[in-house]
């Protein structure tokens, strides 16, 4: 299963974070998963941790480095996914997790993700 990690699940994971659920455990660790982190948490991760705000336990300099040594590939943003935003219904304001919904959606890849509002944009959304 191609899977995309949304922001938190993706900080979860490198931090053994206890806030990461079994479900998600167990689909990150698949033996067939393949496993994606986009360029989009990376900016995000940056923004936030440099103001200090939200739940950035590292820089994203220090994230691109645990994401590569877990084997987490990178999902760069290409044109089609920044044009995906414009289709999605107005279900959340979070610009960066409505460009993973797109991303999810243009590449296709399952997203994986705690936000119960993330989860309402599809079917293919793994909510854990």
Do not use: C
């Not at 993706?10 to 206890?18: C, G, K, Q, V």
């Not at 084997?71 to 107005?90: D, K």
């Amino acid at each position: 299963m191609n899977l995309l990690l949304d922001t938190h699940i993706a900080l979860w994971a490198i931090t053994d974070s206890p806030r990461l659920s079994t479900r998600a455990r167990e689909l990150i660790g698949a033996q067939r998963a393949v496993v994606w982190v986009s360029v989009v948490s990376l900016w995000e991760i940056a923004i936030k941790h440099a103001l200090a705000r939200g739940d950035m336990p590292v820089s994203a300099r220090e994230a691109a480095g645990h994401f590569s040594a877990s084997g987490f590939r990178l999902l760069p943003i290409e044109v089609e996914h920044a044009l995906g935003v414009e289709s999605l219904p107005a279900l959340h304001a979070d610009p960066f997790d409505r460009l993973l919904v797109a991303q999810a959606r243009e590449v296709p890849l399952r997203l994986l993700t705690h936000d119960e509002t993330v989860a309402r944009y599809s079917d293919a959304i793994i909510r854990a």
